[in-house]
Structure formats: structure tokens, C-alpha cells
């Protein structure tokens, strides 16, 4: 039986792929020979104002196990701050739309918000009966990048552009009360 030339190519090249690493930056190689990081805790504050660590129930800590870093719920004058560090790219790491969508809620995309100190962040509106919440969400990393989607956020991560840890932020605040 002969192969065909196109067969000889394909296999050629899955061969030596792995050996490529096509887009991996030096940094990202770099990133690789360095020791794991440290969770450093969580801030004493939050944009400036001081806030209220809430003990996770059942629920929110099987979620937060397997998230590969570490996940904090606060209270701040009646929003809810979900604070997560994450030390590795990790497909758990997720758009908050999908939590919301997944607990029976409506969710519309409200597009880009920038915030007092001109941060921007990606944002929608959540409802569920009479219960409206508005939600924003963002990704940071150290060398002061940010990202307010997480695909975008997970593939700079993936190919090197940024290397973490990195600091994922939720921000929900309830519109009216039930």
C-alpha cells in the first residue's frame, strides 16, 4: 500500500509541533522556570472602601475547590465582590453570565462600563422574577494589564502575553429588591 504525500506531511509535522511551540513568547518560556506563586491574601479594602469577607456556604465552597487558586465572597455597602486569585490559565475560569445563566436567570449584555477611577469593565443585567442585579466583571494581572473578556483573557495567558497570577473580579449590585 502507498502512502500518499499529504499523509508523509501530516505526520511529519505532528511530530515536530510540540518541539515548535508555535506563539510562546519568552516570556511565557521564562514563566515556566519560575518558582509557583504565593497567594498573598486578600486586600483590606476594596476601591478604597473598606468591606466584609462572607463565609462561604456548601454550595460556593465545592465551587471554589476546584477553581485552581483562591475564591473570596465580600460584602460592600449591599453589592456583592467576588474575589478570585488565580495562579494558572484554567478554562474554570469562566464569563459570571454563565453562573447567572445556570441559576434560571435572564442575562443581557449592557457592553463596556468604565468606573470612577477609569477602569473599564464588561457588565450586564441579570433578572429573575422581580430580583435585578447589574454585574461587572474584569481580569487583571500584575504588570497592570486587564481584560473584561475571559476568552481573551485565557489565551493571553495561554501564549504568554500575560503571566499570572492574576486577580478576576465580580461586582453585583442589586437594581431593586424583591
Same mark, same amino acid.
Given at each position: 500500500?502507498?502512502?500518499?504525500p499529504?499523509?508523509?506531511?501530516?505526520? #511529519?509535522?505532528? =511530530?515536530?509541533?510540540? /518541539?515548535?511551540? %508555535? *506563539?510562546?513568547?519568552?516570556?511565557?518560556?521564562?514563566?515556566e522556570?519560575?518558582?509557583?506563586?504565593?497567594?498573598?491574601?486578600?486586600?483590606?479594602t476594596?476601591?478604597?472602601?473598606?468591606?466584609? &469577607?462572607?463565609?462561604?456556604?456548601?454550595?460556593?465552597?465545592?465551587?471554589?475547590? *476546584? /477553581?485552581? *487558586?483562591?475564591?473570596?465572597v465580600?460584602?460592600? *455597602?449591599?453589592?456583592?465582590?467576588?474575589? @478570585?486569585?488565580?495562579? +494558572?490559565?484554567?478554562?474554570?475560569v469562566?464569563?459570571?453570565?454563565?453562573?447567572?445563566? #445556570?441559576?434560571?436567570y @435572564?442575562?443581557?449584555?449592557?457592553?463596556?462600563?468604565? $468606573? =470612577?477611577?477609569?477602569?473599564?469593565?464588561?457588565?450586564?443585567?441579570?433578572?429573575?422574577?422581580?430580583?435585578?442585579?447589574?454585574?461587572?466583571?474584569?481580569?487583571t $494581572?500584575?504588570?497592570?494589564?486587564?481584560?473584561? $473578556?475571559? +476568552?481573551?483573557?485565557?489565551?493571553?495567558?495561554? &501564549?504568554?502575553?500575560?503571566v499570572? %497570577?492574576?486577580?478576576?473580579?465580580?461586582?453585583?449590585?442589586?437594581e431593586?429588591e424583591?
Amino acid at each position: 500500500m502507498k502512502a500518499l504525500p499529504g499523509v508523509w506531511a501530516s505526520c #511529519a509535522i505532528a =511530530a515536530v509541533w510540540p /518541539l515548535v511551540q %508555535p *506563539g510562546r513568547s519568552a516570556t511565557a518560556r521564562e514563566a515556566e522556570t519560575r518558582p509557583a506563586a504565593t497567594f498573598p491574601g486578600w486586600p483590606e479594602t476594596f476601591e478604597g472602601k473598606p468591606w466584609i &469577607r462572607v463565609p462561604p456556604s456548601g454550595r460556593v465552597a465545592r465551587f471554589a475547590a *476546584g /477553581l485552581g *487558586g483562591e475564591t473570596g465572597v465580600f460584602e460592600q *455597602g449591599g453589592r456583592v465582590v467576588v474575589l @478570585r486569585w488565580v495562579a +494558572s490559565p484554567s478554562r474554570a475560569v469562566h464569563p459570571i453570565a454563565d453562573c447567572f445563566r #445556570a441559576r434560571g436567570y @435572564r442575562v443581557k449584555a449592557a457592553g463596556l462600563a468604565r $468606573d =470612577a477611577a477609569g477602569m473599564v469593565w464588561s457588565e450586564l443585567v441579570a433578572d429573575r422574577g422581580e430580583e435585578r442585579w447589574r454585574v461587572r466583571e474584569r481580569i487583571t $494581572d500584575e504588570a497592570g494589564r486587564s481584560w473584561t $473578556d475571559v +476568552s481573551a483573557w485565557y489565551w493571553a495567558a495561554q &501564549r504568554g502575553v500575560s503571566v499570572g %497570577p492574576w486577580w478576576a473580579v465580580t461586582i453585583a449590585t442589586p437594581e431593586n429588591e424583591a
